[in-house]
């Protein structure tokens, strides 16, 4: 059973940072295209980025030059640090696996940002 769990959510003042995590479990991690989406109160999901099991990325235009995404196998996590966070960032985060043809969700961790 594939699961997907994030963390490191929560409020923070614009400007700041934060690190998202997703522990992936039931996937071949190594093999497995990571992603982070996000949805914000009245607005469809949308893809924030990427990372292949090769470690190439792709980004939104919105969040390039402020936020990474990398992976570490060995954990089977994958990692959204994101800098310079504005209000228009606050949302749901996701995590997505995309193994196979097959897409899997987390439950989503809220990140909230003040002005």
């Known amino acids: 059973q594939v699961q997907l769990v994030e963390s490191g959510g929560g409020p923070v003042q614009a400007g700041g940072s934060l690190r998202l995590s997703c522990a992936a479990s039931?996937?071949?991690?190594?093999?497995?295209?990571m992603g982070w989406y996000r949805q914000a109160p009245g607005n469809q999901r949308e893809f924030v980025a990427t990372?292949?099991?090769?470690?190439?990325?792709n980004y939104a235009d919105s969040v390039k030059g402020r936020f990474t995404i990398s992976r570490d196998n060995a954990k089977n996590t994958a990692y959204l640090q994101m800098n310079s966070l504005k209000p228009g960032d606050t949302a749901v985060y996701y995590c997505?696996?995309?193994?196979?043809?097959?897409?899997?969700w987390g439950q989503g961790t809220q990140v909230t940002v003040s002005a």
């Open positions: 997505n696996a995309r193994m196979f043809g097959s897409d899997y």
């Open positions: 039931g996937i071949i991690f190594s093999a497995t295209t």
């Open positions: 990372i292949t099991s090769g470690n190439t990325t």
